[in-house]
Every structure is written in C-alpha cells, then in structure tokens.
C-alpha cells in the first residue's frame, strides 16, 4: 500500500465572531508599549487540514491550528514529496525522514506543526486501513472513559463569570479552567482584579472541584512570584504557563516554591524539548499538543517519558488527536474540552470544521471501540462560513 498524494487546505472563518470581554486573558505580547490588538497573539481563525491518501482510496486526517497559511506551505513544497510512493505504515522511518532532512529549520515551530498534521494523518490512514481506532494502536484503553475539563472561563464581569462556572457544574464537571486577565502593566489593582475572579470560580465550584488558572505567559517570572502567595488559599490545580514558553529557568524556580502546581508545555515543541523541561523539574503537568508537538509519533515517546518522571500529561486543547493519546496512556489523567459555542478566539473552531468530536457527558468523554482512526470527518455543515484555500 503506497501513499498515492498529499492535499492541504487551510479553513479560514469568515463567519459571525463573537469576540470576548477586554482582559479576557493575559498574553505573551501584553507587555509591548503599543496596545495594538489584543487579541492578536489568541485569534485561531484558520486551521490546517491535511489529506494523505493511498492508491486504494483511504484518506487519512490530519490538522494542525498554527499559523496554518504557512505550515501548508511548509507541507506543500518539503514533506509531501518525501511521502508519495512511501508506505503509510512505516511511521517511525516517514517522521524521521521529514525530521531529519529538514533537520536546519524544524525542530520547532512551524516545521514541527507541519510534521505534526502529516503524523496525524498517517495515523489515521493506518487505523482506518485496519479498521481500529487509533488509542487501540497505541496500546488500547487504559481507562474506561475520559475525565475532561470545562476550558473557558475568560475574565469578563464577576456575575457572567459566576453564571458559567455555574453552567459546567450544571453539567456535571468537576474541574475547569479559568484565565486571568491581567499581568505587569496593571499592578495591585489588577492583581487585585485577578484575585476577585479566582475567588469567584472557587466560590461557585465548591472545594472539591479541581480549579486551573490560565496565564498563556502574559505574566513575568517576578509578577508570577509575587502572586504565588496569593493564589495559594484558592487551591488551584495548577497555574498555566506564568511565564514565556523559553523561560524554562523560570517554571523551575517558581515550581520550586511549591505554593502552586505549575504546568506548561502548550508551546515547546518535540520530544528533546520535554526532556529538557523534565530534566530541570519544570513542571508538575505537561501539556503538549499533538498538533505542534510532532503527532501521535512524537506524543507517545512524551508520554513515556512523562510516565518515567511521574508527571502526569493533559494535553493542550480536546481533540481527537489528544483525547486518543490520554485514552491509551496512564500517564494521562484527563483531558481538556472546549465547550462548544460561537465562534470567540477560534478554540472552538474545530467543531465547525470536522464532526466526530465525542461531547462530555457528566464530566467524562468516550471513544468508540468500533470507529476507525481518528473517528473524525470533515463535515460540510458550516463550509459556506469559510474561505478555502487549496
Ligand atoms: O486551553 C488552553 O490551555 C489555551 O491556552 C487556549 C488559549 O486559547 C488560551 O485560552
Ligand atoms: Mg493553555
């Protein structure tokens, strides 16, 4: 079995935009002087899609949510004329190969995503030339269903905030995620401000639902130490990304106050990449994505390692990629969920582009045993909503 072609497109939305509140989440470009916009560093309104298909027809899946224009030129001109005429099966040669020859300039970053959609879609195609869901690839189920988090909570007024805890624990979460709003530029006041909304969520939740607090590295090293103290009567699961994805001196240091889990991991990119943050003790929680981080090939080998060093896994963002790895690892304890809703940042964007997606039932996802792949499909709902770029 042969692979016969590659196919990109990238799915722009050009649909209704419902954009959050001001100070919805901290951001790494927060510190800049020029304002600018706000949400320039968080828009994910395109995404990748890639297509592998075989001389007998099978069209394997893949995606990645990066930069899309530019990993579907990465694709299009480096790595689909290394696999056509390859073998879908041989994994392991096909990541090395699109590794190693472009070895100069893709080890992270977009290279690294564009690796990581192929990977997927490779994946795909064998499990659905099997006829097996790929978590039974990777070793089959280690639980019998998923334990998922509502991710959302943006900062917005104390009462909305208030309502929508309220609506994940109507529907039987017990763990979600909130973000906070303001870093360094604001001061007392603003941390003031990043306290009332923590207290809030906490106050609604209850003290036996796990509490996560979203930084996506808009805060510093210094602002981060001062809050610590702060943040440690809430109870929180774990503070995400305080600080700069390059800063892993950083995560160390502040994990090694041991007021607050730290976790991280969102924007490092490969297997080296986590073994460098396991070997300086980074972090108490990992959260690659399979779409950045080098597919399924690379997510298994982080999930190894993870299990080695004892530091549990929650990947970045639900997705069938991820949910498919946490089903077949006890290194992963849960799973993340974006709550499905109108177009904000374009987290949710994947739910207008591909059907599948298994929706939560009482905190919990399941996999089917019986769906092949992924068990994802493009779906051609909401297709007049984007612009198409092959
Ligand atoms: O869900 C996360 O962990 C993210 O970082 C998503 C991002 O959009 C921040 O809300
Ligand atoms: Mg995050």
Redesign the pocket.
């Known amino acids: 079995m042969k692979i016969k072609s590659v196919r990109t497109r990238v799915f722009e939305w050009q649909g209704k935009v419902t954009p959050p509140a001001a100070n919805f989440?901290t951001n790494a470009a927060d510190i800049l002087y020029e304002r600018g916009d706000s949400m320039g560093s968080?828009r994910?309104h395109g995404w990748l899609v890639c297509e592998v298909e075989t001389e007998d027809g099978t069209i394997g899946i893949g995606n990645a949510a990066l930069a899309p224009r530019v990993v579907k030129a990465a694709i299009d001109h480096y790595y689909a004329p290394m696999l056509i005429g390859e073998d879908p099966f041989d994994t392991e040669y096909l990541w090395q190969k699109m590794y190693r020859k472009t070895h100069a300039w893709s080890r992270k970053g977009i290279g690294m995503t564009a690796i990581s959609a192929v990977d997927i879609a490779l994946w795909d195609l064998m499990g659905k030339e099997v006829g097996k869901p790929i978590f039974k690839l990777l070793g089959g189920r280690t639980k019998e269903r998923i334990r998922c988090y509502a991710?959302k909570l943006?900062g917005q007024p104390i009462e909305a905030l208030r309502a929508e805890a309220q609506s994940y624990v109507d529907q039987g979460f017990d763990a979600v995620?909130m973000?906070f709003g303001w870093g360094p530029k604001d001061g007392p006041a603003g941390m003031r401000k990043n306290l009332e909304l923590v207290a809030a969520v906490r106050d609604v939740i209850g003290p036996d639902r796990d509490l996560m607090c979203?930084c996506?590295m808009g805060w510093t090293f210094e602002y981060a130490k001062r809050m610590l103290p702060k943040l440690e009567a809430y109870d929180i699961r774990w503070l995400?990304?305080p600080v700069i994805a390059d800063d892993i001196e950083g995560y160390t240091e502040l994990r090694k106050l041991g007021r607050v889990p730290i976790s991280g991991g969102?924007h490092e990119f490969s297997l080296a990449g986590f073994q460098q943050l396991l070997d300086r003790r980074a972090l108490d929680v990992i959260?690659y994505d399979t779409n950045r981080v080098g597919g399924i090939s690379a997510a298994r080998k982080i999930n190894a390692l993870a299990e080695a060093y004892q530091i549990p896994v929650v990947p970045?963002?639900g997705q069938m990629h991820n949910y498919h790895l946490t089903m077949a690892s006890t290194a992963s304890p849960m799973a993340?969920f974006?709550p499905v809703h109108d177009v904000e940042?374009?987290?949710e964007l994947f739910y207008y582009i591909f059907k599948g997606e298994p929706q939560p039932d009482n905190g919990f996802l399941q996999l089917d045993d019986n769906r092949p792949g992924l068990g994802l499909e493009l779906s051609d709902e909401h297709l007049g909503s984007f612009n198409v770029i092959e």
């Open positions: 989440c968080f994910f991710s943006y995620k973000r979203e996506y995400e990304e969102e959260q970045h963002a993340e974006f940042v374009g987290n």
